[in-house]
């Protein structure tokens, strides 16, 4: 089901997977600089979270120093399309740890101060200053869908590796003709026009 | 499984690039360098005689009305051992004839941006993360000063209170030091001066 639905995502008519690999590389550009700008603010948004020990310090300043250089390196992949699954992977895992330390934050805070969840309103570290959790929480649940869905497609047009690096064989469902195609490089309804429909997936029938 | 085995790959390699460029950049900026083996948050064991409460304390100034203990009204439950003094106290040193002479000292413990964009006027600029940048001017100023005052956003901000500890560090006397804990957001809500810019190299008198 999930592979079928990536399949129809990259050989969708509209570029679904560029448009999401453009948006969420840019983002994680934005974010990234924003952190790598002041490291100190971002250590002390990590802080917070009380996730790492403050000693050893290299835990908490080490992960203050490496992570916005990881955003930004993960956001120029995908922007370039170059390591894009890899990128997406290491995106995913980065909103998998982000995600729920938000949320166990944004729970403290209502306990502390005795608020309602959806008045909960902070800066937390993620370089887009302070904004209301429950937003936060939603964006952040899109960005790391957005992330899965680049770990797992195979969409490469206008990408770096779709210039340099042959491609492999590959069933792909084809939006336009509404047929399940094995392709081996770009675009999907390219192959659809000019090679005959094939039941599943058969390398030889790889071009 | 070779897709999975390509993907896990791909990220790391990404992961080793993003170190390697991450500590180079580090190593080589000019500001924001982090000092990986530093713990910037370290507690400093309490002054000599000091009487530690949550919320500080202001036993040695008998001219300065006690301050009122930081609530939810004030934002602050910060701990630590230093004196502690209201916003209308921080006022009233700031209108003291005494600070334009110098005797008082505003002691400015956000980062450059923010201080740039305003701060206490004649207030110095100490970020505690990168405080040998800002110590030996500070000094200049602070030291013999009658009351270092230190603030930085106010709420849960806990930078004055490691300038505070740098202060001390560096040889500044734990009765002239004092936190001004409501800080930048108190002042600017009650309409106080605020001067903008950056107050260049000290002059050295």
Request: proline share 6%.
């Amino acid at each position: 089901m999930r592979q079928s639905l990536i399949q129809r995502f990259d050989g969708s008519t509209v570029p679904v997977p560029l448009i999401v690999r453009l948006f969420l590389g840019g983002y994680f550009i934005s974010t990234g600089i924003t952190k790598v700008q002041d490291p100190f603010a971002f250590m002390k948004g990590i802080r917070l979270y009380e996730m790492l020990p403050e000693s050893p310090a290299f835990l908490l300043n080490g992960t203050a120093v490496v992570l916005p250089w990881l955003e930004i390196l993960c956001g120029a992949a995908l922007v370039l399309g170059l390591f894009r699954r890899g990128a997406g992977m290491l995106m995913a895992l980065m909103l998998c740890v982000f995600t729920p330390a938000i949320l166990l934050r944004a729970l403290a805070i209502v306990q502390e101060e005795g608020i309602s969840f959806f008045d909960v309103k902070f800066d937390c570290g993620c370089g887009t200053g302070p904004e209301t959790t429950w937003v936060k929480l939603l964006k952040n649940t899109g960005l790391f869908l957005m992330a899965t869905f680049m770990a797992l497609s195979h969409y490469r047009r206008w990408s770096l590796a779709g210039l340099f690096v042959p491609a492999e064989p590959r069933p792909v469902y084809c939006d336009r003709c509404g047929k399940t195609v094995v392709v081996a490089i770009g675009d999907v309804c390219e192959a659809c026009d000019a090679k005959a429909e094939t039941p599943g997936p058969s390398p030889s029938a790889a071009t | 499984m070779k897709t999975f085995k390509k993907t896990i790959t791909e990220a790391l390699i990404l992961g080793g690039i993003g170190l390697i460029v991450a500590l180079g950049v580090n190593a080589t900026r000019d500001s924001g360098s982090v000092k990986l083996t530093k713990n910037y948050f370290a507690k400093r064991p309490v002054a000599p005689g000091a009487q530690t409460t949550p919320f500080g304390t202001d036993l040695r100034q008998p001219e300065l009305d006690p301050p009122a203990a930081p609530t939810s009204e004030t934002g602050s439950a910060l701990e630590h051992s230093y004196q502690a003094v209201t916003f209308e106290q921080a006022a009233a040193i700031f209108n003291d004839p005494n600070t334009e002479m110098g005797v008082n000292v505003f002691i400015d413990a956000r980062n450059d941006d923010a201080y740039k964009e305003g701060h206490i006027p004649d207030a110095l600029q100490a970020y505690h993360y990168e405080i040998e940048r800002y110590i030996d001017n500070v000094m200049l100023y602070a030291e013999g000063a009658e009351k270092v005052v230190i603030y930085c956003n106010g709420g849960n901000c806990e930078d004055s209170i490691f300038v505070s500890n740098d202060l001390l560090e560096a040889g500044i006397s734990y009765d002239s030091l004092y936190l001004f804990e409501e800080g930048w957001k108190a002042w600017t809500a009650n309409n106080m001066p605020v001067e903008t810019g950056r107050i260049e190299e000290a002059d050295g008198e």
